[in-house]
């Protein structure tokens, strides 16, 4: 990423404080941007802007225009990743509905009041359901299987007309499982990675939820932020969706195996009931960000891994207190 797009821009990232935001904060700060935070700390932490420097944070909803307002003022480029997660799909579906769909209805009408130049949709490969034709382009059928994945992309095809109607400048990104630092281990956040990850640092077995033949296309969180800064710099954007991804496709049963021979071999996966909706093949073809916007994630699942337990052991010296918020069967 050149230091040059960034550099003395105003950019405001909601959900910024969150697990994929807070990196993406880092590197904006890093670039030399000034960088404003909109977020209601619902699922993000103030710890996670703690090593960015000096970034603005303005609390709030994203469906309150005021809170807009305030943080939208004087942006050039904004990126949208306030997000309710997957597994509040079956639980508070509504929910899910008001903070995604909405809300992001609320983000680009606020976008054009405040004539913001761009605005980046950080979407989901939830939006594309499971897997028919692998790996999945960006013109794979959008069959989304959760309300989750159908409101990640109303707030697509909301992006996409906004240019149209209005001629605001957007792009959609699509990022699929993304795993690294400050990814949530904890309740009805917990990714799989981390909460396998606290399990065997306990000695207890990771739970597979159905036959674990299921696939995802983990990618690693600094390459998932390359590509979303290789996607806003890129000068036309046009409203377009971009896959960014690693391009490997890994079953959770593998994922299982490889954080028990590096944490303790001895602990082989249990099994329980399948999660209603799981998508159960998720391989994205990333060739259309590499053709258009250079971008390759380099992580590996190993490395990642390896890295991930690395920053784990550090960050968490006593893994018992990360099983305090433990819930296994969340939905
Ligand atoms: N983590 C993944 O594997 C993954 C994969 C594909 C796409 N994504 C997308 O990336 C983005 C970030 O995801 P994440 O994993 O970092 O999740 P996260 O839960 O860590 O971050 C979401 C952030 O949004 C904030 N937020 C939630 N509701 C809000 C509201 N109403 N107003 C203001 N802020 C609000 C939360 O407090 C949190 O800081 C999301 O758009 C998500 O759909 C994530």
Redesign the pocket.
């Known amino acids: 990423m050149s230091r040059a797009a960034f550099a003395g821009r105003t950019v405001v990232v909601?959900?910024?404080?969150?697990?994929?935001?807070s990196h993406l904060v880092d590197a904006l700060a890093a670039a030399g941007a000034r960088v404003r935070v909109?977020?209601?700390?619902?699922?993000?932490?103030r710890e996670n802007l703690a090593g960015a420097g000096d970034v603005e944070v303005v609390e709030?909803?994203?469906?309150d225009d005021r809170v807009l307002d305030r943080a939208l003022g004087g942006a050039g480029l904004v990126m949208?990743?306030?997000?309710?997660?997957v597994r509040l799909s079956l639980s508070d579906p509504e929910d899910v509905h008001r903070?995604?769909s909405h809300?992001t209805l609320r983000v680009l009408m606020a976008a054009r009041r405040h004539g913001v130049r761009r605005v980046v949709y950080?979407?989901?490969?939830?939006v594309y359901g499971s897997g028919v034709r692998v790996p999945m382009a960006e013109d794979h059928p959008l069959e989304p299987t959760t309300i989750y994945g159908a409101s990640?992309l109303a707030g697509e095809l909301y992006a996409q007309a906004a240019t149209r109607s209005f001629g605001l400048e957007t792009l959609v990104v699509?990022?699929?499982?993304?795993?690294g630092p400050r990814?949530?281990f904890e309740g009805v956040?917990g990714?799989v990675i981390p909460r396998f990850t606290v399990r065997l640092l306990n000695g207890r077995r990771p739970v597979i939820f159905g036959d674990g033949l299921q696939t995802r296309d983990f990618t690693y969180v600094s390459d998932?932020v390359q590509g979303i800064l290789a996607a806003a710099a890129v000068p036309a954007a046009g409203g377009q969706a971009l896959n960014v991804a690693r391009g490997e496709e890994v079953t959770i049963r593998r994922l299982a195996e490889l954080l028990a021979k590096a944490i303790d071999p001895t602990l082989a996966p249990e099994f329980t009931e399948a999660r209603p909706a799981d998508v159960r093949r998720h391989w994205a073809d990333v060739g259309r960000a590499r053709a258009q916007l250079g971008f390759t994630a380099h992580v590996g699942i190993e490395e990642g891994l390896g890295r991930y337990l690395a920053w784990f052991r550090a960050a968490y010296p006593d893994p018992a207190a990360c099983l305090r918020d433990e819930v296994v069967r969340n939905w």
């Open positions: 909601t959900g910024g404080a969150g697990f994929i935001g909109l977020d209601d700390f619902s699922s993000g932490r709030g909803d994203v469906c949208h990743l306030a997000t309710r997660c903070v995604n809300g950080v979407s989901s490969s939830e990640k699509r990022p699929f499982n993304t795993y990814a949530h956040y990714e998932t």
